[in-house]
């Protein structure tokens, strides 16, 4: 079974602060994403990685910033953390299919509180 | 974009079959239809996937209408732990399959 592990599953935060949240997957899969998880605004996408240090942005990637050194791992950081950013953080793999995109496999989450 | 509407919430007995409904009547022809569940406190998983032809597998079955305006999401012996809230997406392809979830519906089995 594919394996999409979130470093923490809670994590608390000080406003002002860079913060770190850290996903890997272990099925050797090209594409990684980061998404938010509010309630009543759904699932949103912050960035998403096709390939070692390739990033694109996603719906709402201001404050944010990803890192994709290895293949297997997708960074994504708070550059100065705010408490509009408190939320469920979600991490999604899947490989590339020919014309059909395969289906995404979710860590458990992290769920973020920015005091 | 494509969207979708689905019901905020249904009830289902445990071991019936569980139908939930989905409407995306704007979906274009190369987008497929994809069902992923959300138990509370966890992430989302994936459950199945079509285009036109109605699917299975071990754990729900997919009909998708032959206009694909709509499909039904079936498990066909509902237990207490598919309790959860069900998404039905429409895949995008511009931004490498980027997926929309909508409110979904939250399915609640009773003993």
């Known amino acids: 079974d594919v394996k999409v592990t979130q470093s923490s599953r809670y994590l608390v935060k000080r406003t002002g602060e860079k913060v770190f949240l850290e996903c890997v997957q272990d099925?050797?899969?090209?594409?990684m994403f980061w998404y938010r998880q509010d309630p009543g605004l759904g699932l949103r996408l912050i960035y998403f990685?096709?390939?070692?240090?390739?990033?694109e942005k996603g719906d709402i990637p201001e404050g944010y910033s990803v890192s994709r050194e290895k293949k297997e791992r997708f960074s994504l950081i708070l550059e100065s953390a705010s408490t509009n950013q408190t939320s469920m953080y979600l991490c999604?793999?899947?490989?590339?299919?020919?014309?059909?995109?395969?289906?995404?496999?979710f860590g458990d989450g992290t769920r973020l509180s920015i005091l | 974009d494509a969207k979708t509407t689905q019901p905020p919430s249904m009830d289902c007995a445990e071991g019936r079959a569980a139908n939930l409904p989905c409407n995306h009547s704007?979906?274009?022809?190369?987008?497929?239809v994809y069902w992923y569940r959300q138990i509370h406190s966890q992430g989302p998983q994936y459950i199945i996937h079509?285009?036109?032809n109605n699917e299975t597998n071990e754990m729900a079955s997919l009909i998708i209408t032959e206009d694909r305006k709509s499909s039904t999401l079936i498990l066909p012996h509902a237990t207490l732990r598919d309790t959860a809230v069900y998404y039905c997406?429409?895949?995008?392809?511009?931004?490498?399959?980027?997926?929309?979830f909508g409110q979904g519906t939250e399915l609640s089995v009773k003993p």
């Open positions: 999604a793999s899947n490989r590339p299919g020919q014309g059909l995109n395969q289906p995404q496999h």
């Open positions: 099925m050797d899969h090209e594409n």
């Open positions: 990685s096709y390939d070692v240090k390739m990033k």
């Open positions: 704007t979906i274009s022809g190369n987008e497929y």
């Open positions: 079509g285009l036109k």
């Open positions: 997406i429409v895949m995008i392809y511009n931004q490498g399959g980027k997926l929309i």
